[in-house]
């Protein structure tokens, strides 16, 4: 009898279940969900992870854990009110390797990488268009608001962006944050899809 139960036991440990099973991911970042959900052990991170979204709830979550361990390193830890998910080390003067080291500690404990990143391509591109798509949707943003010419090909684009030169002798100007024009430009070139 204490062979038979041994068994069944043992065979029991071998099975699947419904709570370690592997989500199903959806949706046009399934496969990130997928590679982020399995890199990291962070079980907060997880349960954000396991449903193929990011709601804002689940984010502000997140940011208090990652507010938390930043804490236990010393470090107080802020998020700009303006739903920037660059956080950033205030209070006394802070030393890049100060930081550095807390990043170290916090940004794997917490599961940082697994979820930022791929919150903010959710918010910038909702439909993982690829690359040269959001570059063309950069340019006809700029297009529309006169900070490049209409004639401007998207090629031509590329080739400025990739040169740092070019690109300042070209845009510099839209860049400082005084001009009227620098919200809009940075729309334009950081989130094309929602930037109008």
């Known amino acids: 009898m204490g062979i038979v139960a041994l068994s069944l036991a043992m065979a029991s440990?071998?099975?699947?279940?419904?709570t370690d099973a592997q989500p199903e991911f959806t949706g046009p970042y399934a496969a990130e969900f997928r590679k982020n959900y399995e890199e990291t052990d962070n079980t907060l991170v997880k349960g954000i992870l396991k449903d193929s979204k990011i709601t804002d709830a689940e984010f502000e979550?997140?940011?208090s854990a990652y507010v938390?361990?930043?804490k236990e390193q010393g470090l107080i830890w802020d998020?700009?009110?303006t739903g920037e998910t660059t956080g950033s080390?205030?209070?006394a003067d802070v030393s890049a390797e100060e930081l550095h080291r807390a990043t170290d500690v916090c940004n794997p404990k917490t599961g940082y990488m697994q979820l930022i990143?791929?919150?903010?391509?959710?918010?910038?591109?909702p439909d993982n268009l690829a690359p040269d798509e959001l570059e063309k949707r950069a340019l006809a943003c700029l297009v529309k608001?006169?900070?490049?010419?209409?004639?401007m090909t998207l090629q031509e684009y590329q080739d400025i962006n990739r040169d740092n030169d070019r690109f300042?002798?070209?845009f510099g100007k839209y860049m400082d944050n005084t001009s009227p024009d620098y919200q809009q430009f940075y729309a334009c070139m950081q989130d094309p899809v929602n930037a109008g």
């Open 13 to 18: 440990c071998g099975q699947s279940t419904a």
């Open 61 to 63: 979550e997140f940011k």
């Open 68 to 70: 938390s361990c930043m």
């Open 79 to 81: 998020y700009t009110d």
């Open 89 to 91: 080390a205030t209070g």
């Open 117 to 125: 990143p791929l919150y903010d391509s959710l918010h910038s591109n």
């Open 145 to 151: 608001h006169g900070y490049a010419p209409q004639d």
């Open 168 to 170: 300042m002798a070209t």
